[in-house]
């Protein structure tokens, strides 16, 4: 029963007076953020970043968390009641869920949502706290070798499970690994790429990039068209779903927590995924198919099940092996440096608060969100109807200063507004953001562990496959590679994204 | 030429790729390569340098088969890109010597005029609004070093630097 006295000593830290204020400021700050257009969570949390620098890292990155389940559940308010996903997890929601609001059950769609979300989110919890720790252990095992492979992995499992080019994809991830190798390097003390510039001899810092390319270059998008947003429900009521409303959707739940929390743990795929793959298999079981798009309860239930499950369960490989598996993933990484904090297996062993406090703080999390939304409902309809044009200035402007605190540093404005020019042209030439982001994380991190990998073979490539894990890692990243690109698999995927769309 | 580029979205994001996968290979040559077994500073960035130069050169060439073909290159908005990042810009260079009020004011007022509907009563108001809220979430609350008023101090240290 060693679990027991684990999520004891998690609830303890989770539920410690301060550490549960920051958990509801973060729910908060994300549903918030989730129900705004406009600025997705990555931006957020990068904005957000300095603001928990007087923060023990603890309760900074419980806060963290919090604005990550957060956003991800604000974004399902927006979908259902103005047919616009704050989040792109919540796309598939838009789709039945709009529905119902027109039909007059928006208070059902939303407290369904809020309950598969509440179930799903307590079941993943659960799954992090029962795998990450055995995972962990594993992960000890890892050679630099193996670590250099894990990360290949990583990568093509992201780039499988991105939509849009695979090639394109897989370019944006390698030029996120040099830019991630901008700055010194650490074991020649050589300064690479920082051009005679002293301010890019620490290299280019995270929140720069998440800034300028999802905070600055959204904004720049979202100009270009004036937005226009029709809110259909003025008031919610009749939030009680029914016993024939819960049962209808029990399965559904299920489903999707099932579903959400496998695909969570893979690199790249996370909530999308999960949200969307639970749509498919609704309509693929349902009686009636056609009801599908017209308001059908399981398919709100199901994906927004799918999705905060998901949401949940790629904190799996972050806590465990230090490796990102979405954007905002990366940025928690950014954030455990900041904070003094070396992401990895050794978190468990060696901040045991740290780790067990996370994952208990999740659960507290969707608590606080069940409790929080459902009669906040009034508040969020109301900010849905705040225009854009007073809202960006804003976003901007705490973008500015928030990218600016986080090492007091004019060149990291600059640089922002860099990388916004760059992520808006990334977006006119159809180049998803995300992978770069990934692999930004991990330019260092591949060539570290590469480096030694090689040195201790003696220059011998052969170590790669020789050694068992790494070769098992290797030969799933060969074999995810040559499934997407068969050409039955490759037809599907296409069609796949194209509906998502 | 024009005709050969079946996919200009993709075409354009390849020479992107070939570009720059090109200048940091040739800037990694600089430095010390080392051999595999003792790798210098330059071997890491020159081999990605060089699998995304490839990788953009097989973009550019798969851009030009007709059963790839895709929609053009929409077109770029400058305003709203000049209108958002110019005050970014100047908030970065200048914040250390007008403060955070000053250019507080300065960003929301100027962002503003990217939107299609500028009005001044609002804008002023939500520009105020905000400044007061930044001064006293980020600066009194969260005690964030940033200076809130215009400081020509710094403009004696450079010139303590000069003497």
């Known amino acids: 029963m060693e679990l027991?006295?684990?999520?004891?000593?998690?609830?303890?830290?989770?539920?410690?007076?301060?550490?549960?204020?920051?958990?509801?400021?973060?729910?908060?700050?994300?549903?918030?953020?989730?129900?705004?257009?406009?600025?997705?969570?990555?931006?957020?949390?990068?904005?957000?970043?300095?603001?928990?620098?007087?923060?023990?890292?603890?309760?900074?990155?419980?806060?963290?968390?919090?604005?990550?389940?957060?956003?991800?559940?604000?974004?399902?308010?927006?979908?259902?009641l103005v047919n616009l996903p704050g989040e792109v997890s919540s796309v598939v929601t838009c789709l039945d869920g709009y529905q119902m609001a027109r039909q007059g059950h928006a208070g059902k769609a939303l407290a369904i949502a809020a309950i598969g979300s509440f179930f799903a989110g307590s079941v993943a919890t659960l799954l992090v706290a029962a795998f990450a720790p055995p995972l962990a252990e594993l992960a000890l095992k890892f050679g630099p070798a193996d670590y250099f492979s894990l990360m290949v992995l990583g990568l093509i499992a992201a780039v499988v499970l991105a939509h849009g080019s695979l090639i394109k994809a897989v370019a944006m991830i390698v030029l996120g690994l040099l830019v991630g190798l901008i700055g010194t390097d650490v074991n020649s003390g050589v300064a690479r790429y920082n051009f005679g510039l002293p301010e890019l001899i620490d290299g280019v810092g995270i929140g720069p990039i998440a800034m300028g390319v999802f905070g600055f270059g959204e904004i720049i998008r979202n100009l270009e068209h004036g937005q226009k947003r029709d809110v259909f429900v003025k008031r919610v009521t009749g939030l009680m779903p029914t016993m024939e409303d819960m049962r209808l959707t029990a399965f559904p739940i299920l489903r999707g927590t099932i579903l959400g929390s496998a695909l969570g743990i893979l690199p790249g795929g996370g909530p999308v995924l999960g949200s969307f793959s639970a749509y498919t298999l609704e309509k693929k079981l349902a009686k009636d198919p056609s009801r599908f798009g017209k308001g059908a309860i399981e398919g709100v239930a199901s994906p927004e099940s799918a999705n905060n499950a998901a949401?949940?369960?790629?904190?799996?490989?972050?806590?465990?092996?230090?490796?990102?598996?979405?954007?905002?993933?990366?940025?928690?990484?950014?954030?455990?440096?900041?904070?003094?904090?070396?992401?990895?297996?050794?978190?468990?062993?060696?901040?045991?608060?740290?780790?067990?406090?996370?994952?208990?703080?999740?659960?507290?999390?969707?608590?606080?969100?069940?409790?929080?939304?459902?009669?906040?409902?009034?508040?969020?309809?109301?900010?849905?109807?705040?225009?854009?044009?007073?809202?960006?200035?804003?976003?901007?402007?705490?973008?500015?200063?928030?990218?600016?605190?986080?090492?007091?540093?004019?060149?990291?404005?600059?640089?922002?507004?860099?990388?916004?020019?760059?992520?808006?042209?990334?977006?006119?030439?159809?180049?998803?953001?995300?992978?770069?982001?990934?692999?930004?994380?991990?330019?260092?991190?591949?060539?570290?562990?590469?480096?030694?990998?090689?040195?201790?073979?003696?220059?011998?490539?052969?170590?790669?496959?020789?050694?068992?894990?790494?070769?098992?890692?290797?030969?799933?990243?060969?074999?995810?590679?040559?499934?997407?690109?068969?050409?039955?698999?490759?037809?599907?995927?296409?069609?796949?994204?194209?509906?998502?769309? | 030429m024009k005709h050969l580029i079946k996919n200009p979205q993709d075409f354009w994001a390849g020479v992107m790729f070939l570009v720059i996968g090109l200048v940091f290979a040739g800037v990694a040559v600089t430095y010390k390569i080392g051999t595999a077994a003792r790798m210098?500073?330059?071997?890491?960035?020159?081999?990605?340098?060089?699998?995304?130069?490839?990788?953009?050169?097989?973009?550019?060439?798969?851009?030009?088969?007709?059963?790839?073909?895709?929609?053009?290159?929409?077109?770029?908005?400058?305003?709203?890109?000049?209108?958002?990042?110019?005050?970014?810009?100047?908030?970065?260079?200048?914040?250390?010597?007008?403060?955070?009020?000053?250019?507080?004011?300065?960003?929301?007022?100027?962002?503003?005029?990217?939107?299609?509907?500028?009005?001044?009563?609002?804008?002023?108001?939500?520009?105020?609004?905000?400044?007061?809220?930044?001064?006293?979430?980020?600066?009194?609350?969260?005690?964030?070093?940033?200076?809130?008023?215009?400081?020509?101090?710094?403009?004696?240290?450079?010139?303590?630097?000069?003497?």
């Open chain 1, 4 to 80: 027991l006295a684990n999520l004891q000593l998690g609830f303890g830290v989770a539920l410690a007076g301060t550490n549960i204020l920051y958990c509801f400021i973060g729910v908060l700050l994300g549903t918030l953020i989730g129900v705004l257009p406009g600025i997705g969570p990555v931006a957020t949390i990068a904005m957000l970043l300095p603001a928990t620098f007087v923060l023990p890292p603890v309760s900074a990155l419980i806060m963290l968390a919090g604005i990550y389940y957060g956003a991800s559940y604000g974004g399902s308010t927006t979908a259902i």
């Open chain 1, 311 to 501: 949401a949940q369960t790629s904190f799996i490989p972050l806590l465990t092996l230090g490796i990102p598996s979405n954007p905002v993933m990366a940025l928690m990484i950014g954030a455990m440096i900041i904070h003094g904090i070396q992401p990895g297996p050794q978190i468990m062993t060696a901040k045991p608060d740290l780790f067990w406090g996370m994952i208990a703080s999740m659960w507290v999390g969707n608590l606080l969100l069940v409790v929080l939304n459902l009669p906040l409902i009034g508040m969020w309809v109301k900010l849905l109807t705040l225009e854009y044009r007073f809202l960006y200035p804003a976003i901007l402007l705490f973008c500015c200063i928030g990218v600016y605190s986080i090492n007091n540093a004019w060149m990291d404005v600059l640089l922002a507004a860099g990388f916004g020019v760059i992520g808006y042209t990334f977006g006119k030439l159809n180049c998803e953001a995300a992978p770069l982001l990934l692999g930004f994380v991990l330019g260092p991190m591949m060539e570290e562990n590469l480096r030694r990998a090689l040195l201790l073979s003696r220059g011998d490539p052969l170590v790669f496959v020789t050694r068992p894990i790494s070769a098992t890692l290797l030969v799933l990243s060969v074999l995810l590679l040559a499934i997407v690109l068969a050409p039955a698999v490759r037809k599907k995927r296409e069609e796949a994204f194209v509906e998502e769309e």
């Open chain 2, 40 to 163: 210098g500073p330059g071997y890491f960035p020159m081999v990605l340098g060089g699998i995304l130069a490839l990788l953009g050169l097989a973009i550019v060439v798969s851009a030009m088969r007709e059963k790839n073909a895709g929609p053009a290159v929409d077109k770029f908005h400058w305003g709203p890109l000049f209108w958002v990042l110019m005050p970014v810009v100047v908030f970065g260079i200048l914040l250390k010597i007008l403060g955070m009020i000053v250019m507080g004011l300065f960003v929301v007022i100027v962002s503003s005029i990217a939107s299609h509907e500028f009005r001044w009563r609002p804008v002023l108001l939500l520009a105020i609004g905000l400044v007061i809220f930044c001064s006293l979430a980020f600066v009194a609350g969260l005690k964030l070093p940033i200076p809130l008023c215009p400081s020509f101090s710094v403009f004696e240290q450079i010139a303590a630097c000069r003497v």
